[in-house]
């Protein structure tokens, strides 16, 4: 049965993998000093910056500025109800993975949040001690054997792998704020849930400049790191049937 899907799920992404790798292989060149799971440094290092500059002079400050004029209790609840959403393509992924209890705790806190805590404005579940497990589609394609391919960055997104990048756009069609049709409010909830992210960034993004020399191969190393940590452990708990890491881990 895992071999029937983990092929079903290959043949779904072959396509998003496939207009991926010819893209980046036309657009850059490889260094012949490359990182082995970085062969499109180069290019990389060129949406690096990009993504640097678009940060620095606008994105940042708009989250300095959301920050500091509004109150704690309004941005956690629009955390929250990001969160909520989130859980719902949690839902999703665990029942993808055949993780009946993941699939169970996080539907049983979307309806939990969702019905009693006004829309997940409020975390009334975690409260509750039911507890989230996040589950992304590029962590359910490695879970059935998809390999990670190479490391990108991504204009505007950030740090990514070819496999990410099919889960993303897989992930896209199944958002909740995409399935809006009143435009102006979808837009509205796509750049608060931009401004909210980039918040609760802040912090991580200051020790970021104050400890890495190269803040490029900083971000790749531990990204790259913690998604290999990520799927080693989901395979392993997946046979001994215990649910995977939990919220504090997987997002740090």
């Known amino acids: 049965m895992s071999s029937t899907f983990s092929s079903m799920l290959q043949r779904m992404t072959r396509w998003a993998l496939l207009s991926v790798v010819v893209a980046v292989s036309v657009g850059c060149a490889t260094r012949p000093d490359a990182h082995p799971q970085d062969p499109f440094e180069t290019f990389n290092r060129d949406v690096y910056r990009f993504n640097e500059v678009v940060d620095e002079a606008v994105v940042k400050p708009v989250a300095i500025a959301y920050r500091d004029v509004t109150p704690d209790p309004v941005r956690t609840g629009v955390s929250n109800f990001f969160g909520n959403l989130g859980d719902v393509w949690s839902t999703a992924n665990a029942v993808l993975q055949l993780r009946p209890r993941e699939a169970a705790e996080n539907w049983l806190r979307v309806s939990v949040n ?15 001690g039911i507890e989230r497990t996040k589950l992304d589609f590029g962590l359910t394609l490695g879970r059935w054997g998809v390999p990670a391919g190479p490391y990108l960055v991504l204009p505007f997104m950030g740090p990514s792998t070819i496999r990410d990048v099919a889960g993303t756009s897989i992930e896209s069609r199944g958002d909740l704020v995409q ?9 509205g909830l796509y750049v608060l849930r931009l401004v909210d992210t ?15 020399l190269d803040k490029y191969s900083f971000t790749r190393d531990v990204y790259l790191q913690r998604r290999d940590s990520q799927i080693e452990h989901a395979q392993e708990q997946m046979g001994n049937g215990i649910g995977i890491q939990r919220d504090t881990d997987t997002d740090k």
């Open 179 to 187: 399935q809006l049709e009143h435009i102006p409010t979808r837009n």
């Open 114 to 128: 969702t019905v009693f805590g006004l829309g997940g404005l409020f975390d009334i579940a975690s409260e509750m």
């Open 198 to 212: 980039r918040t609760n960034l802040l912090r991580a993004t200051s020790m970021l400049e104050g400890v890495a």
